[in-house]
């Protein structure tokens, strides 16, 4: 995958051959819009070449046989339908029960049922929205977005689904904005949407900001954390990384890989004297550890090195 | 008419005694236990101010916590407690003072703080230990329990004649907790409703399961599960800061939890949660690690880990991409549900692949069956060892077992059972002992891990 996407972390799904059981394309995942809301797989649809399964599906006579945990729950929506078929709101569940489970044909067919019998369902267009982009129909993903949050302009989620839909389309802007908005309005959002928002911002010291701007909310996150050290360190913001590893180390009860990393910027700043003082701290917090952890092979091997990293240097012979 | 002008003027007559007649209808229950501190949690019929009154004596409870606000879903935070220590403890919208003769006999006083008109019953709870040292420790594993039928009642009830008098220092859900949906009624009637008194009196611990994230988003910390729960973000349990509920660690004693959400949550090799876990496994000086989510690494039972489809590929993600980190951080123990048996492996390693790739010459590590009484308890150094080998326990039958006949076939596993039943952890210093009890109160299977 290149382009935008990629660039703020969309990638081809990592999962170890995840294929739905409605599945015969190509999936993406989009890492950072993890879940429910961005669990956003995207498989190319021949949906109109299949009406016909389409319609055996919306009747709920072909049951995921692959999850047999939701042939309950589809059998008394099913039910439910049988009686009420004019409900729309029947549809909806029945179309978010199959996308849940990412059965994309029935749950476009069970949409356009809803949206036949109540277009304006709350709910139904940002479903809607979030199918189109699970099947790389981003313009048209853009468009029910937009319509969702025009009937609910405080919907967190269509805005967090609008992202990957502006990103797609190359405008990081307008999925910054969305993602500003998305974020004043969730009280505890997870640490995934904050490094989400950091990768949009185009500026390193923006992106840092933001991380920053972050961690004074929802506290010092490791994630948020390693990931400004890491711009930090490939912008060459030594003193500033230092600041952030220095926290790292003290958040946690096993300083020395934080301080053996420390040795290692300064070395690649050229601090060599500070590098071999921080190579020595490690030494030293290995030393103190209790004799079980500090005779574990992995603590015997850094020590190992450690020690010859802080040694002090022969002279120049030059 | 007149009938009506009577109803009309009880209902105004009766309106402020009723409204001040708020009940309890959830809890209380406790959550993010540290020596130090504890959350009580519980829900009101009607809002009013959230205070917990509590003392080291029944009759004494003479320390107040509160929380702001007049609200129908109270949570307070209680601090600066005693590690190790028994408090008794009563919720209610004022403080409830001590009784009004201290020099009662203790067993009038009892009766007065618990009788008082208006007031909560009183519970107690015990604190964890200091982090570090070692405790025995007793800890009750649900794997998938929520069915709110009788098979849940069933394991329930068995666990509860099982430990008897000993009280259940934490416990733990392992996902689907409350079924279908995870709904709020859900929880109300797979989990409020179905373990009181375990809930006010031991601390909760959970991971999100498929049927939980159906009502709950981990990416924005909202729905019903994050909103049921209170787990620590900040690392004030232990463990490194993850900043979000959906996975997160806590100690407990010599003991360190990593709690995944295979569910919900980014499961990529370079993901913030698989940052986390590298940095929270490199920090812990526990003496054991036990791991838990709901997707399990193996498994030939409800599900198929073999089967690239099933539940999405979660199964697989686990198994390829988390369980090697795990290992590598020394995991003694993996507990796991989703699957509605009961699977418990021997002690073993390296296996990342379907189950025909699964070579018992390469990835058993120990061979005997881990039991003390049997072929030997399965034997690790103490000192942390990448790679040494773990015990991967599928225990997802404590709402249901399979209705249909499942293989249980996979190689991994010493023991496949498809019955329902709950899992029992016993930790004392260097020796952990594991037992499945079945709902029919058997006990089916035991083993022994034990570090020297």
């Given at each position: 995958?290149?382009?935008?996407a ?15 059981a409605?599945s015969c394309g ?5 890492p ?11 498989f ?5 070449a ?6 055996a ?7 995921l046989?692959a999850h ?25 569940t029945?179309g978010?029960?199959y ?20 277009p304006?369902?709350?709910?139904l ?8 982009l ?14 969702a ?7 967190a ?5 609008r992202?990957?839909a ?9 999925g ?12 505890s ?6 490094l ?19 961690m ?13 050290l ?7 913001h ?8 220095d ?5 946690s009860?096993r300083?020395e ?7 290692d910027?300064?070395?690649r ?13 490690a ?28 040694a ?6 030059s | ?9 009880i209902?105004?007559?009766?309106g ?5 007649a ?10 993010s ?14 809002t009013?101010?959230?205070v ?12 107040t ?16 407690l005693?590690p190790?220590?028994?408090y008794?403890y ?6 409830l003072?001590p009784p ?14 618990e009788?008082?008109?208006g ?7 015990t ?9 025995p420790?007793?800890?009750w ?6 069915t ?12 509860y004649k099982?430990?008897?008098t ?7 859900m ?37 049927h ?7 990416l924005t ?5 994050y ?6 973000t ?13 996975y ?5 004693a ?19 949660m698989m ?20 997707h399990?690494t ?9 089967k ?7 199964m ?5 991409i ?11 123990l ?14 073993i390693d390296?296996h990342?692949?379907k ?7 390469k ?21 942390r060892t ?14 249901h077992?399979s209705?249909k006949p499942?293989?249980?076939n996979h190689?991994?596993?010493y ?15 260097a ?22």
């Open positions: 995958m290149v382009g935008p990629a660039e703020i972390g969309l990638s081809p799904c990592p999962a170890v051959g995840a294929k739905s409605a190509t999936f993406i995942h989009f950072r819009l993890a879940g429910s809301l961005g669990s956003v797989r995207c190319i649809l021949p949906w109109r299949c009406r016909q399964a389409i319609t599906l919306l009747l709920g006579t072909a049951a046989r047999p945990e939701i042939e309950a729950a589809l059998t008394r929506l099913n039910s439910a339908i049988a009686a009420a078929p004019e409900n729309a709101e029947l549809y909806l029945r978010d029960l996308a849940k489970h990412d059965a994309w044909i029935p749950a476009e067919a069970n949409y356009l049922r809803a949206a036949e019998l109540a304006l369902l709350p709910g267009a940002r479903a809607r929205g979030a199918l189109a699970s099947t790389q129909d981003f313009h048209g993903a853009m468009a029910h977005l937009n319509q949050l025009e009937l609910s302009p405080t919907d989620e269509a805005m967090i689904l992202v990957g502006w990103v797609a389309l190359g405008n990081r802007s307008g910054l904005a969305d993602l500003e908005a998305a974020l004043k309005l969730l009280p959002p997870g640490p995934e949407l904050f989400t928002r950091a990768a949009l911002h185009v500026s390193p010291a923006d992106a840092i900001a933001s991380l920053d701007a972050a004074a909310r929802i506290g010092l996150a490791h994630t948020l954390q390693l990931r400004a890491e711009l930090e360190e490939a912008h060459g030594v003193d500033a990384a230092l600041r952030r590893l926290t790292l180390a003290r958040q009860e300083r890989t934080w301080l053996k990393r420390r040795g910027l300064l070395t700043a050229g601090r060599h004297a500070q590098a071999r003082t921080a190579y020595a701290d030494l030293a917090a290995i030393e103190s550890l209790p004799d079980w952890l500090r005779d574990s092979p992995d603590s015997v091997a850094l020590a190992a090195e450690l020690a010859r990293l802080a002090p240097q022969p002279p120049s012979s | 008419m007149k009938l009506a002008r009577l109803v009309l003027l209902s105004l007559l009766a402020p005694s009723l409204q001040a708020t009940t309890v209808v959830r809890g209380p229950y406790l959550q236990a540290t020596p130090t501190s504890m959350v009580v949690r519980w829900r009101t019929d009607n009013e101010a959230s917990v009154s509590y003392g080291t004596e029944r009759n004494q409870l003479t320390s916590a509160k929380s702001e606000g007049i609200v129908t879903e109270h949570i307070v935070h209680l601090a600066n005693q190790n220590t028994r008794f009563a919720v209610g919208p004022v403080p003072m009004a003769n201290p020099n009662a006999p203790v067993a009038a006083k009892k009766a007065e703080a009788d008082a008109p007031r909560a019953a009183v519970s107690s709870f604190t964890p230990p200091p982090v570090g040292p070692a405790k420790s007793r800890i594993v649900l794997g998938d329990p929520g709110k039928n009788a098979v849940q009642k069933a394991v329930r009830d068995v666990y099982f430990t008897a000993r009280a259940t220092d934490l416990w733990v392992l996902g689907d907790n409350a079924y279908p949906d995870g709904t709020d009624a859900d929880y109300q009637r797979a989990v409020f409703d179905i373990y009181p008194e375990t809930l006010r009196t031991s601390p909760l611990w959970s991971v999100l399961g498929n939980d994230g159906k009502s709950a988003n981990s910390q909202s729905g019903v599960y909103e049921v729960f209170t787990f620590p900040q690392g004030q349990a232990g463990g490194v800061m993850s900043g979000t509920e959906a997160y660690a806590f100690d407990y010599n003991i360190h939890f990593v709690c995944l959400d295979s569910h919900d949550s980014d499961r990529s090799a370079n993901g913030a940052q986390w876990l590298k940095a929270d496994l490199a920090a812990t000086q526990r003496d054991w690690i036990i791991a838990f989510f709901h399990p193996y498994t030939k039972g409800t599900h198929d880990s073999d690239d489809n099933d539940s999405a590929g979660r697989n993600d686990m198994r390829a988390f369980l090697p980190v795990l290992e590598q951080g020394g995991v003694d993996i507990l796991t549900g989703h699957s509605h048996v009961y699977e418990r492996s021997w002690l390296g990342y692949g189950s025909d790739t699964f070579v018992a010459a990835h058993v590590k120990q061979k005997q069956d881990g039991r003390a009484d049997g072929e030997g308890a399965y034997r690790k150094p103490r000192r990448p790679n040494f080998g773990e015990i991967s326990v599928v225990t997802g039958s404590a709402g077992a209705a499942v293989p249980l190689p991994a596993f023991l496949s059972l498809n019955e329902a039943g709950s899992s029992v952890i016993d930790v004392d210093g020796k952990l002992e594991f037992t499945f009890l079945n709902d029919k109160g058997e006990k089916r299977d035991w083993f022994t891990i034990v570090k020297e």
